[in-house]
């Protein structure tokens, strides 16, 4: 019995001992990670669990239903908001581009021709490629830092950086080998029989030697800087 007695008691140190460690154990973490200073871990971990875990109030079906519909909605509104990113009425939004630059084009055969036809911002600006669409859309946001510094907010700003802004374009055409504007302008598409003597010539030589249409149309649908480069000629003008 006395044997008894003192096992009983060695079983209560011992679980004393145990929880005092629990405790002491409990402490140190609670001082090494303070409430609100929890590992990144232990956070993504507690984050994968909730997502991980089944729902107690909700099917499977129903979870997957509301997930398509929210994804729907997501998808349609990004969409709609790059199409909407599309049209000149968001272009000419900015007083930069009503003022300064449409009226140039407003001038030209993309506008208004015989044929009643019309060449919109984006037809020229933004590829039509998904892929190169949103590449472009990610890339000009930076010109919407430069419109709230008024970066071009008068005429005077906006011609002294004119043939920058055009390089800018012109190298990237090249560099597509003007992509967008083989959107509606190919080689295979052209009638060379109806087309004027020196024009025909000149788009014969450039299929021929693989030159990218920019270098003969700069400034077709915009006013050519001061101090551009001379279109390129293949065939002798005179």
């Not at 971990?45 to 509301?66: D, E, K, M």
């Not at 939004?93 to 506008?111: G, K, L, N």
Request: contains cysteine; hydrophobic residues 35%.
């Amino acid at each position: 019995m006395p044997d008894s007695g003192r096992h009983r008691d060695s079983g209560h140190d011992s679980g004393r001992d145990a929880a005092r460690a629990h405790d002491f154990g409990h402490g140190a973490r609670a001082l090494e990670h303070p409430a609100g200073h929890r590992p990144a871990a232990t956070i993504a971990g507690r984050a994968w669990q909730l997502i991980a875990t089944p729902s107690v109030h909700f099917s499977l079906g129903s979870l997957v239903a509301y997930g398509i519909f929210v994804g729907i909605l997501l998808w349609g509104g990004f969409h709609w908001a790059i199409e909407l990113s599309n049209t000149d009425a968001f272009c000419l939004s900015c007083h930069e581009m009503a003022e300064f630059v449409y009226p140039e084009v407003a001038q030209t055969r993309h506008f208004a021709n015989a044929s009643g036809t019309r060449a919109h911002c984006t037809d020229c600006h933004v590829p039509k490629e998904w892929a190169y669409k949103i590449g472009r859309k990610l890339y000009v946001t930076n010109e919407l830092y430069y419109h709230a510094l008024g970066t071009l907010d008068s005429r005077e700003k906006f011609e002294a950086k004119r043939l920058e802004l055009a390089e800018r374009v012109w190298e990237s055409m090249r560099h597509s080998n003007s992509r967008e504007c083989r959107n509606c302008h190919t080689y295979e598409a052209m009638n060379l029989g109806v087309q004027e003597a020196m024009a025909s010539r000149q788009h014969q030589l450039a299929a021929e030697k693989g030159v990218t249409c920019i270098e003969c149309h700069m400034g077709t649908a915009h006013r050519l800087p001061t101090g551009a480069p001379s279109p390129k000629w293949l065939v002798d003008p005179r």
